[in-house]
């Protein structure tokens, strides 16, 4: 029996499903999708590489991989072989099953990262369910605790407890998620602007004082865990200084509270290693998993301390958490950023990206900032290097034209301020960690000439970017 061979469709009629599509239906797509549409219909992804093309065989080059996703590039083959094969076999199978791809990534996850992070839950939710998978295991394990610390500006989902997680952006958003109660914030370790005004040189991290503060004043129950991005993403590519991490989890233990690293974007090489518990040599109780695991399909992993209890049955489960297709994805995922030693590559072209952007921010007084590490690069842009005022609609703008010159970048989550947009000024440059050197060279080519650009804008324009912007953002009421 041939699996591939359609028996009601015809081959034909399936590729034209697939490949054709009228303006009539893109029209009539977005006037009744519930959620926005970019205005590239994206069509499809050159193998193993940082290039997309949409259907009208425009071609980018895609900074973003795509939610940080696709490290090992746009429809890897290796990828496609192990996902195709694996579709001989089985597609789908209940939570409870257990199958060949889950029981061979369940023993591989745990040699990928350092410590005794040998109990491990998969899910095919993405980075939020499995932070929520966390939170339940870190309660399981804290029997009683249903409160947590999360960070300032910290993303960790758009489920409803995920949101409440994570940075509320008012304005923008019309719930700030449930069980706001159950979440303690404390102010990331953001040493450009930091919290408490020091220096990082002299400073002693007298930022994690803040945290005791957090679990000695703000807890009004006991807590069951800290969830912490060790660099954070969507706040704006922000690696937490050496010995942060360090001093955390001393205070984390101190208090019997679970130190959660959310590495959703962190792991599989874009910084540079293949996670930051092994770029920081620290080790978490709890380690979240997601994004590049999969190569490019939806998956999530939480691996936690071989000492902690895992889960009843009914305690963890969804209907399509356990789904083979994408397990075998991420088992041919790994062995291609292993074998390709994408960490390594990251770190090299990493390197070699943020030399050049430090060689603009000689040129440029826009660029405040640049961080890495790896391919995990933000370029904090400010009107003024003294004031650090964020330079939102500059950056707004350089996303845009860069994106009509065949570049893809993206911004860091706003801060509403007044009832306004603001601080959404850090370009990020995250492509897939395959990206050729010539490839990169261009999107930094594209990047210096819109930086240019953006630098003459006069305010008066700046004024329209920033009408233009709150259209766009601000939900309909
Ligand atoms: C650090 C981090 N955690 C969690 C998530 C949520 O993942 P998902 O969108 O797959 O639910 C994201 C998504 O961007 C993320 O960056």
Known sequence: MEPFQPRVLSPEEIRVMLTGVSEEEVERARANSLTPLSREVLFEGLPASAIVRDIEGNEYIDCTAQAWTLNVGYCHPDVLAAVVEQMRY????????????????????????????????????????????????????????????????????????????????????????????????????????????????????????????????????????????????AGGQIPTPPGYLAGLKEICHKHGILLIFDECQTAFGRIGAMSAAEYYGVVPDILVLSKGLGGGFPIGAVLAREDLKGFAY?????????????????????????????????????????ARLRQMQEEYPLIGD?????????????????TKRPATERAAALVELARRQGVIFDL???DIVNGLPDRRNVVKIKPPLTITEEQLDRALDVFEATLAQVSQFPPQMLEEIRSEMMRRAVPER
């Not at 410590?115 to 295991?137: S, Y």
């Not at 640049?370 to 003294?386: A, H, Q, S, T, Y």
């Open 90 to 233: 089985l597609t789908h199978v209940r939570f409870g099953w257990a199958t060949i791809p889950r029981i061979k990534l369940i023993n591989r996850l745990p040699q990928l990262f350092p410590g005794n992070l040998t109990r491990v839950v998969l899910t095919n939710q993405g980075g939020g369910t499995a932070i929520e998978a966390a939170m339940k295991l870190a309660m399981v394990n804290r029997p009683g605790a249903t409160v947590f610390l999360t960070a300032y500006r910290g993303y960790h989902g758009a489920t409803l407890a995920t949101i409440a997680a994570s940075h509320y952006m008012p304005v923008l958003t019309r719930f700030s998620g449930f069980g706001l109660d159950h979440f303690i914030k404390f102010p990331y370790p953001y040493c450009y602007r930091c919290p408490i005004q020091r220096s990082p040189r002299t400073c002693g991290l007298a930022c994690l004082d803040l945290v005791e503060q957090a679990i000695r004043y703000a807890a009004g129950a006991p807590i069951a865990g800290l969830i912490i991005e060790p660099m954070q993403g």
């Open 314 to 354: 009914v305690e963890e489960h969804t209907t399509f958490g356990a789904n083979p297709i994408a397990f075998a994805a991420a088992l041919a995922a790994i062995e291609v950023m292993v074998r390709l030693d994408l960490p390594g590559r990251a770190q090299r072209l990493g390197e070699r990206a943020t």
């Open 370 to 386: 640049v961080r890495g590490p790896g391919l995990f690069i933000g370029v904090e842009l400010v009107e003024d290097r003294g």
């Open 412 to 414: 860091d989550l706003p």
